[in-house]
């Protein structure tokens, strides 16, 4: 044991002085090559004495990278996770010019943006060189991967919960969502030799299972009820609820928490990894203690929000801070450049990359996706029980370049090689990690309806409503068709005069502004003026056109209200035109024919929550292309119903039990929690007990507080779901 420690540290001892050497020899160059960077006086000195002043201020950075960045890193935790990025090469410079300063004799000197520059380069050739020389050191792997994360081990033990004293500790399980990948699009990537990992697993080690989602395929549905169990009253990615008059948007932290409070309410559980758990990544925290990039915990102040603490798991260390840095500004310009050859190849569908979209993509697909493998391996080396991360890399792309576009084959591309370090680091963990990969919904491709109709669902509404509408949508065939049938509806049914702008003329009390919120290709449609669940004679008696103008467009599949005759029904089309079915009774024929096995069944789930939208909109599908139309500016989608948005997947080692019984098919968010809960318990040896979900315990229309509110004020507009 003596010897082992002794060369253990003789071989630390060895890395530190070869890095230092060949930190002084970049220092040399640099100063050779930049005009306004010196090792040496005005007047000149000898060869030997540049050498040493080399030297002294290589160590001297290096140490102050060791010591102080991190401090400085951790002093920063509250700066958005972009600011900090552009702030990483000015902290850089800084310390460099620090180290000049206490260089004897002040022989060192650089301006300000040379000292950037050069602590760049620095920090960059430093981590190379370290990393080289610990490729064929196992042990000094762990601890640069170990640093990354800054992950403790717990101090119950090495192995963690479950482990006896002296015995091995039972597996462990990682699960890695890949955000918006379908099972079509992983099997393509596969055959296309794009993720040769996954295709390792597969042909060896993993089974593949395709899984149908919800009605509203989209990550705040599928991931609360993988982490929590329950997705119950989540009826969009966002949605209106009258009773407390705000909006809940599945991405904002106010609502994520709210949701979040809502499923541990009913389901009295704090989730799938509340025993030694850590999430990373995600919406919500799953129960986990161990948090990075969490959004249910992101509006928390303080030493209570663990969350940010991710980013200093990565970016204590300034050699990854700079590569992330400097492949931030280089997916940027990819983006930009991808955009610009799509523009001049002519691609259709096309949908606007411009504004902050560069940035948005590169957080995406660079810092978060570096921040969270960062911190899953550390959570491997530490040893935890469960863990559970989400990469949003290639969710993000396709939604402007397309699911099967080349940009977004590029993105997979990446992320097996993020999976396949992610393998690497299991080999040298404490405890056998099983490793499964899962997706929380799909893709479908298609034009948006603004594009394919030249107005959007906002608009056919309120022109459905007898609302004033823009000029563009006006001039539109579908904005006109709407506009007429609401005139003529109106007066015939109250025999009112038009008004000046050409509208019917409203009651003294006329109708509230409708609220249209779109989540991919789903649309929500509330009346705050009308109290509850409006039915649909009392939204006929108010806008007689809207229902037949919405149901009877090519851009609509079907629709969801309800009938004081029928209880909800389902309106849609098929060859004898506009019928109406009860959703009691529904089967997935007519007019969900196109929509594929399990659509009523759906239907009937989301018609029963609390803040089921007024109308709730599905656009149409086309079973031939797999096409929708997305009611936002995405031209690959999810949220509603229609093609390989409803289809993910679960890719699961073969030690595990089968997710479901031959024959059967796997349904719903909360039926593949089940699952994970089931494996859970097995990798831990402990019988497996199903969840059953024991029903609100308060009323699920819960005001929130004022912080938590989105309050409806004035017009709403679409925004960007995910």
Not at 687 to 701: H, N
């Amino acid at each position: 044991m003596g010897e082992r420690r002794w060369r253990t540290a003789g071989s630390a001892l060895w890395r530190i002085i070869v890095v230092w050497a060949v930190s002084t020899l970049t220092l040399l160059v640099l100063a050779g090559a930049l005009p306004d960077f010196r090792l040496q006086s005005e007047d000149g000195e000898s060869i030997t004495r540049t050498a040493i002043t080399a030297a002294w201020g290589a160590g001297a950075f290096g140490l102050l990278s060791a010591l102080v960045w991190p401090l400085v890193v951790r002093a920063f935790l509250l700066v958005p996770a972009l600011v900090l990025g552009l702030l990483v090469f000015f902290l850089n410079g800084s310390l460099l010019l620090l180290a000049l300063r206490l260089i004897p004799d002040g022989g060192g000197a650089a301006a300000p943006e040379t000292a950037v520059v050069v602590a760049a380069v620095m920090s960059a050739v430093a981590s190379a060189t370290s990393t080289a020389l610990a490729v064929r050191d196992d042990n000094a792997y762990r601890r640069r991967l170990s640093r990354l994360a800054t992950r403790r081990r717990r101090r119950g033990g090495r192995g963690g919960p479950g482990a006896a004293d002296g015995a091995d500790p039972p597996p462990g399980t990682v699960f890695l969502q890949l955000d918006g990948v379908g099972h079509a699009v992983l099997v393509q990537a596969v055959e296309d030799g794009l993720m040769p990992t996954v295709a390792r697993w597969l042909g060896s080690s993993h089974r593949l299972t395709r899984w149908r989602t919800d009605w509203s395929s989209q990550t705040g549905a599928s991931q609360l009820g993988i982490l929590h169990g329950s997705n119950h009253d989540v009826p969009g990615f966002r949605w209106y609820e009258k009773d407390t008059g705000r909006i809940m948007v599945s991405n904002r932290p106010a609502s994520a928490v709210e949701l979040q409070r809502r499923a541990v309410r009913r389901t009295r559980d704090a989730g799938l990894l509340s025993l030694d758990g850590a999430s990373r990544g995600n919406l919500f925290t799953g129960g986990a203690d161990q948090l990075a990039l969490v959004l249910s915990v992101a509006a928390r102040r303080g030493r209570a929000n663990r969350s940010r603490a991710g980013y200093f798991a990565y970016f204590s260390d300034p050699a990854n801070a700079v590569r992330t840095a400097v492949s931030f500004v280089a997916e940027v310009a990819r983006e930009i450049g991808q955009s610009v050859r799509s523009r001049l190849r002519g691609d259709e569908p096309r949908t606007g990359r411009g504004g902050l979209y560069p940035l948005i993509r590169a957080f995406a697909t660079v810092v978060e996706r570096d921040v969270v493998v960062a911190a899953v391996m550390g959570d491997m080396l530490a040893g935890r029980t469960t863990v559970y991360a989400d990469l949003v890399a290639y969710d993000e792309v396709a939604h402007h370049s397309g699911p099967h576009s080349r940009d977004a084959a590029k993105v997979l591309e990446r992320i097996d090689r993020s999976l396949a370090l992610i393998a690497k680091v299991a080999e040298h963990a404490p405890r056998t990690y099983r490793i499964v990969l899962l997706s929380d919904h799909g893709q479908s491709p298609g034009e948006t309806f603004d594009g394919a109709y030249g107005l959007t669902l906002k608009d056919l509404v309120r022109a459905g409503c007898g609302l004033p509408v823009s000029r563009r949508a006006g001039r539109t065939k579908s904005g006109a068709e709407a506009r007429d049938a609401a005139r003529h509806a109106l007066l015939g049914a109250l025999h009112r005069p038009m008004g000046e702008d050409g509208a019917p003329e409203q009651p003294a009390d006329g109708p509230s502004e409708p609220v249209v919120l779109a989540s991919g290709n789903l649309g929500l449609i509330s009346f705050p003026g009308l109290p509850g669940r409006p039915s649909r004679e009392q939204i006929d008696r108010r806008h007689p056109a809207l229902l037949h103008t919405l149901a009877s467009h090519p851009g609509i599949g079907f629709l969801l209200v309800r009938s004081e005759r029928h209880g909800s029904v389902v309106l849609g089309r098929d060859a004898s035109g506009t019928v109406e079915l009860p959703v009691d009774p529904l089967d997935d024929s007519g007019p969900l024919a196109v929509f594929g096995p399990g659509a009523a069944d759906a239907i009937r789930r989301t018609d029963s929550f609390p803040h089921v939208a007024d109308i709730m909109v599905n656009s149409m599908h086309d079973p031939v292309t797999g096409r929708v139309h997305a009611f936002e500016a995405q031209i690959g989608s999810h949220g509603g119903l229609g093609g390989e948005q409803s289809y993910p997947f679960l890719l699961s080692p073969y030690e595990l039990s089968e997710p479901v019984a031959d024959g059967t098919e796997l349904v719903g968010a909360e039926q593949v929690h089940t699952v994970l809960q089931r494996w859970l318990d097995e990798s831990r040896g402990e019988p497996f007990a199903p969840q059953v979900p024991l029903g609100p315990v308060e009323d699920p229309r819960s005001p929130g507080r004022p912080e938590e509110a989105f309050p409806v004020t004035g017009r709403v507009v679409q925004d960007k779901s995910e």
